[in-house]
């Protein structure tokens, strides 16, 4: 049975893509209205293009609705977790992804979710559970997988066995098209790559 996969171009994602290559025939990336877009766009298409894998963006500008780092418009009038924090964020995106499955007819999406993750409630391994329980009662009974959620990045890299140069392509930047350097998203691209001791 194929599979998609949820791709934003970063680590995580692209490396679960990679292990689950020979099973996946869609890829789909959702630009939401977050600041790195465009890039996230574009690295997933090369990524898909050298896989041979169909990629398809959707487009659903959700800017007014974010808040934290990603979002064009910094404001948080609530409690966040982390600056990056946007309210409800994964739980939207998989619907949009759902969307597209459904039109394929493809029931299974592959989320590249790793363990550091579950500091977040939209990445915790019961919202998961629970959010593809959901899905599956509804039209196309899609369901959520994540391979990668008892892993850490580096253990994923690791075991997709990723060449350097495509991950050396991916893109983690939560403010820019070009990456920062200083936000949580670059931060741990570095962390990453020195812990697997590429340069």
């Known amino acids: 049975m194929k599979k ?14 990679y292990l689950h290559k020979a099973e996946i025939s869609l890829a789909v990336t959702v630009d939401y209205g977050q ?21 398809e963006v959707i487009k659903v500008d959700c800017s007014s609705l974010g808040s934290g ?10 409690s966040e977790p982390v600056s990056e924090w946007w309210p409800f964020r994964n739980q939207l995106i998989i619907t949009l992804a759902a969307i597209k499955l459904y039109q394929y007819k493809i029931e299974t999406l592959l989320i590249g979710s790793v363990k550091s ?58 403010t820019s098209n070009n990456p920062c350097g200083n936000c949580n998203g670059c931060r741990k691209y570095f962390q990453v790559m020195k ?5």
């Open 4 to 17: 998609a996969i949820l791709l934003s171009g970063g680590i995580d994602s692209t490396s679960v893509a």
């Open 35 to 55: 600041k790195a877009a465009l890039t996230e766009v574009e690295v997933s298409q090369r990524f898909c293009q050298l896989l041979s894998i169909q990629h």
């Open 69 to 78: 780092q990603m979002a064009p418009h910094l404001f948080m009038n609530f």
């Open 117 to 174: 993750d579950k500091r977040f409630r939209d990445g915790s391994k019961i919202f998961f559970r629970t959010l593809s329980k959901c899905l599956a009662l509804q039209e196309g009974g899609i369901t959520l997988e994540t391979p990668a959620i008892k892993m850490s990045s580096a253990q994923l890299v690791i075991e997709s066995k990723i060449p350097d140069k495509l991950l050396l392509w991916t893109h983690s930047c939560h």
């Open 195 to 199: 812990k697997l001791g590429i340069n």
